[in-house]
């Protein structure tokens, strides 16, 4: 154990580190841990350990979405499963909470809450559900002080010097830590006793913005090369036509010249896709967009909302998770359209005033907008540095401007040599310190992150990490914030709407929770709250339940996650209803127009019952084809063209892990129908008499060689899958 300047305490291993918390803040312990992937696995597990070994140590765990490696339910699921898992997140420590959670063994003495769960992974698990904190993310360090937390332990990255001060990177989670560390010392002096805790792993990129803190705001950190891990990388999943149709939507509602949020998943992947689809494939898109009739149907939208031209200005983003997405959309020279921290300095540019360019056009513009005068102060050259048009190097003394090794230069623009001068040796070529992006927290692919790593110092320093206070509301720097989100794009995802307009996204209509609230509301609030932003919700159309339908539109429910008086836009892979300011009448019109055919009719008989919508109203014809056939007949030919892969952005399956996924899932959905087609002649003699073709499929899981009945039967049930999926 070493002491630095009495805080941090560093610490070789995790036993030492908590036996010397639970000694200074006793054996009642409130141990926060961040969202998703900021968790210090080894730390957690270690206070578990302890409570797990004696009763009279209490512990409650607050956090959320814990990230799991996927399991299997039985021995054929396993073979598949097991091998990927070992490969895709390699030394990844679980954390023993979730998985004593999940099989209902918990101690008494341990409790685990949550405000965000993995996507319908504690669907059914009562202690989870039970101890849910349902808070919207701008609210969660508030709930948790209630809740009493008095230990916050985060993964944080690898050490940097500047100035002989020490600096950690919270890297991942930025959301939270920098607004709950000051709190939590608040709270401290007041005679509560707290813990702060970091633990390093040299995995974690060092990100800038809020996410760089001086290491005394650590009590601990625990620092040995047995505690870095492979950080826990979800891969991409396959993108189906239905999610595409979605994403050409949405696509075309974004502005050129705006700011985007974007989520995690298949949808946002499709809406990255599509994008740059638009941006680099532009004819190619708009020919997509007519032939899929979306313009036809709702050009006028597209053209007020959005448009179908490349991005010319680029985009800005602000979105409480950097995904994956936003690399693909830098990388094709979409997210290009930098902010500044400087509200007037933000407006000039914004009003076309100011280039990023800088020229002695610029320092004229700001002299006829009466921010600077001809004879420059010393705090108007401050100012021009920390707008980043003078050079930083640069001092000023006694009305002179002085370079670095160059003579005194007057501080006097209106004199023609001296300004010259000025121009010659103190601009910069292009406005510095601009951000291409804010966002609280990150997770993503591998590649995402050997991205971020691979970045040099002064790229990385554009996307830039800040507290979810920040990015996911107006308030605080409302002014800066407004001028910087212009024509905004809030993209997210739901499990259903009504079609009063109310959407539902975080609970089932008799009170479970699927996943949480999370940042939804805040965006959606953010959207009305700003002149030119819209909300846009996307949804798939239908579900599969047990082999059955179901639509997505429906007539009403007993849970809402956004009520209706915030209703936007909604967009499913059947068009754009845009219900906002629309009358009850008019909404349920436009919903029941992006509905699934199948359930067009029905709905509109509930509407016409409640007496929402005359008794003579039909739907359009227009609308009247909304199948999934049809929307495969418009991408067909695109997809043979090699346009919408199933995997745009690559894949870690292997085509034998993608072949075998696809079967393994009509396996399970003709259990779920209890119905399985008899195989013809051709899939038959393959079942009974493994061809060729299926040898990769069945070394995968080592079923090539079957010797026990079982594996014989299980080999069997694979062929039989592979058959129907088409594969052999």
Not at 33 to 43: M, S, V
Not at 214 to 243: C, G, R, T, W
Not at 603 to 614: F, M, V
Not at 676 to 704: C, G, M, V, W
């Amino acid at each position: 154990m070493v002491r630095n300047n009495n805080r941090p305490t560093y610490y070789a291993d995790v036993e030492s580190c908590v036996e010397n918390i639970l000694s200074k803040v006793g054996k009642n312990i409130v141990l926060g841990i961040p969202i998703g992937l900021g968790k210090p696995n080894q730390l957690v597990n270690e206070f578990f350990r302890r409570a797990t070994k004696d009763p009279t140590l209490r512990l409650k765990i607050f956090t959320a979405l814990t990230l799991t490696k996927p399991q299997w339910k039985n021995g054929l699921e396993r073979r598949l499963v097991e091998p990927l898992s070992a490969r895709i997140f390699g030394n990844y420590p679980e954390l023993d909470y979730i998985s004593a959670l999940e099989k209902y063994r918990l101690p008494p003495n341990i409790e685990v809450a949550e405000f965000y769960f993995q996507p319908g992974q504690l669907l059914h698990n009562s202690h989870a559900q039970q101890n849910y904190v349902s808070s919207n993310y701008t609210h969660v360090v508030r709930d948790s002080l209630d809740s009493d937390i008095n230990v916050f332990a985060q993964l944080i990255s690898s050490a940097k010097q500047w100035e002989n001060k020490t600096y950690y990177s919270l890297s991942c989670n930025a959301d939270l830590t920098p607004d709950l560390i000051p709190k939590m010392r608040g709270l401290e002096k007041s005679g509560k006793k707290i813990a702060i805790l970091g633990q390093i792993n040299p995995e974690l990129p060092f990100m800038y913005g809020d996410a760089q803190v001086p290491s005394e705001n650590f009590d601990a950190i625990v620092d040995h090369p047995q505690y870095a891990f492979k950080l826990f990388a979800p891969p991409n999943m396959a993108i189906n036509p239905s999610d595409y149709m979605i994403g050409l939507h949405a696509s075309a509602l974004i502005k050129d010249g705006g700011t985007i949020q974007l989520g995690i998943g298949s949808l946002s992947d499709a809406v990255t896709y599509l994008i740059k689809m638009r941006h680099q494939y532009n004819a190619v898109y708009c020919a997509l967009l007519s032939e899929a009739n979306v313009l036809g149907k709702f050009e006028k939208m597209i053209h007020n909302v959005g448009g179908n031209e490349p991005f010319k200005e680029g985009l800005y983003a602000t979105s409480e998770m950097f995904v994956d997405g936003f690399m693909q959309l830098y990388r094709n020279g979409i997210l290009k359209r930098k902010v500044y921290p400087h509200e007037t300095l933000q407006r000039l540019l914004n009003e076309n005033k100011l280039s990023h360019q800088i020229s002695p056009a610029a320092l004229t513009r700001l002299i006829e907008e009466k921010i600077i005068h001809p004879q420059l102060s010393e705090k108007e050259v401050t100012l021009l540095q920390q707008w980043g048009i003078f050079k930083m190097e640069l001092k000023y003394q006694n009305g002179f401007i002085y370079p670095p090794n160059e003579i005194p230069i007057p501080a006097d623009l209106a004199d023609s040599q001296s300004a010259e001068k000025i121009y010659r040796h103190c601009l910069e070529p292009h406005i510095k310190g601009g951000h291409l992006l804010h966002a609280s927290f990150f997770l993503g692919p591998q590649r995402f992150y050997n991205f971020l790593r691979g970045l040099k110092e002064e790229e990385r320093e554009q996307f830039c990490m800040k507290r979810v206070a920040y990015v996911n509301q107006l308030y605080g720097s409302e002014e800066l914030k407004r001028l910087q989100r212009k024509d905004a794009r809030f993209l997210n995802s739901a499990l259903m709407v009504t079609l009063n307009g109310a959407i539902i996204s975080d609970k089932l209509e008799d009170g479970r929770t699927v996943s949480g609230v999370g940042g939804q509301y805040n965006f959606v609030a953010m959207a009305h709250a700003l002149v030119d932003a819209r909300s846009i919700i996307m949804l798939r159309s239908v579900r599969e339940k047990h082999g059955e339908i179901h639509s997505n539109i429906i007539w009403n429910y007993g849970h809402t996650t956004i009520p209706c008086h915030l209703r936007d836009m909604v967009v499913t892979e059947y068009g754009i209803a845009n219900l906002r300011g629309k009358n009850d009448r008019e909404i349920i019109i436009a919903l029941l127009n992006i509905t699934d055919s199948r359930f067009q009719d029905s709905l509109l008989k509930e509407a016409q019952k409640a007496g929402k919508i005359s008794k003579n109203y039909q739907i359009p014809d227009d609308f009247k084809d909304n199948y999934p056939a049809r929307l495969k007949k418009h991408l067909r030919p695109y997809k043979d063209q090699g346009y919408l892969p199933e995997f745009p952005f690559g894949t870690e399956f292997t085509p034998e892990e993608i072949a075998l996924t696809k079967a393994f899932e009509a396996i399970q959905t003709m259990i779920a129908k209890k119905r399985f087609p008899i195989p013809n002649k051709h899939q038959l003699r393959a079942i009974l008499s493994a061809p060729e073709i299926a040898t990769p499929y069945l070394q995968r899981l080592q079923l090539d060689k079957p010797t026990t009945m079982k594996d014989k039967l299980m080999q069997k049930l694979v062929l039989y899958g592979l058959s129907q999926t088409g594969a052999m």
